[in-house]
């Protein structure tokens, strides 16, 4: 046993060791196979979750855009809000546009945005579906802006404007900016110009300042018609409008009543000189103001600066609906001109300097909300005939 037992030991590590190496050597290819297969595994992953990634931040495209402007006029006329008191509110917002797509030509629009004189409360501006089809047409649906002015689509972004503020004059009359319905339209495309027309409908429920306070308005039964043509150098623009108006109140300024919205409008740019004009009537039946507005707009680009100069004038038509009652206070008749500058600091931020000059009130309030208080309180006409507004703005888009 002794024999067995000295050769069994002698025998066992040698045997080990040789079947220890044999195994060893047999796997080394299979653990590296293993190991460059896990390594290509982990590489194909990554690549598939960069492209995921990749398509995912194709699909969405987010935009955004910010203004904050110093404000001052020389008395509280009220002209546009501004008044003695320093004001760093009324032209400050933040807005962000996101555009989600759906699909090769369907995308999702979303648009939010933020008012520094509404305590910085977030609200739906837009909120569509739009679908584009190969012949020219497209279609939303959703929460769109009211398409009545040259720049509606672009109020809330004054960096896309000249001017350091919309002419009140044009842009004011209608004081609700979004509706709730859908549109149609149709893009024909020539030689060397373009024409495009719109129909839209739909309704909206909004809330609007009238004498110092917020009143409710009602559009029922929105519809209207935009035309456009250019040849990229001047444009020519139309648009006719229709609804069923209720403005609340004390005493309400309508129920129901027939509202007509008529606007022409043309813009010239070269590049150099640009020439900007709109025209507009607005007719509602009842008490509310029946105004007749225009504004034409001259500026020249001087590299980086464009000096403006603005000329506007509203007069309301049917004063006489008015006469004898405390609502004689919304009859309107002014004249404004404007004076400033835009300075593109960079490719998205501009910076815009303004002074305006607003007069010809007649025996009217000019429309402005301290003259109007002034004349409820037992002022005929308000206190003041003549105001002027200084104004300061940062614009960026991003």
Known sequence: MYSVYRSTTRFTPRFAFTALALTATLSLPAMADDSDRIDQLEQRLDSMQKQMTESSLEKVR???????????????????????????????????????????????????????????????????????????????????????????????????????????????????????????????????????????????????????????????????????????????????????????????????????????????????????????????????????SAYITLGYRIKEVTPYVTASWVESQDNYERDGTPLEVLDVRRQAYSLGFRWDMTTSVAMKVDWTHARGFGKTTGGLIGNQLDALAGNPGGRFNSTDVYTVRLDAAF
Request: no cysteine.
């Open 62 to 292: 987010l935009n955004g855009f910010f203004s904050t402007g110093y404000t001052r006029a020389n008395n509280d006329a009220g002209y546009d809000e501004a008044t003695e008191q320093s004001d760093l509110e009324t032209l400050s917002l933040f807005g962000l546009q996101t555009t989600f797509a759906l699909g090769r030509n369907t995308d999702a629009v979303m648009q939010l945005v933020s008012r520094g004189n509404e305590d910085w409360d977030t609200e739906l501006e837009w909120g569509y579906l739009r679908h584009q089809f190969a012949n020219g047409s497209e279609l939303r649906a959703g929460k769109m802006r009211l398409p009545l002015f040259m720049e509606s689509e672009t109020l809330e972004i004054g960096y896309g404007q000249p001017w350091a503020r919309p002419p009140e004059a044009v842009y004011d009359p209608v004081p609700v900016r979004s509706y709730l319905g859908a549109d149609a339209t149709y893009t024909l495309n020539l030689s060397s110009s373009s024409i495009q027309a719109r129909a839209f409908a739909g309704h909206l429920d909004d809330d609007a300042d009238s004498l110092g306070r917020s009143v409710s308005v009602e559009l029922r039964n929105i519809t209207g018609l935009t035309a456009n043509w250019t040849n990229y150098l001047w444009t020519f623009r139309g648009v006719y409008a229709r609804a069923e108006a209720t403005i609340g109140g004390t005493p309400p300024l309508g129920d129901e009543e027939k509202t007509e919205f008529m606007g022409l409008g043309l813009s010239y740019d070269d590049g150099s000189w640009l020439l900007m004009s709109e025209l507009t009537r607005v007719e509602v039946d009842g008490f509310y103001q029946d105004t007749d």
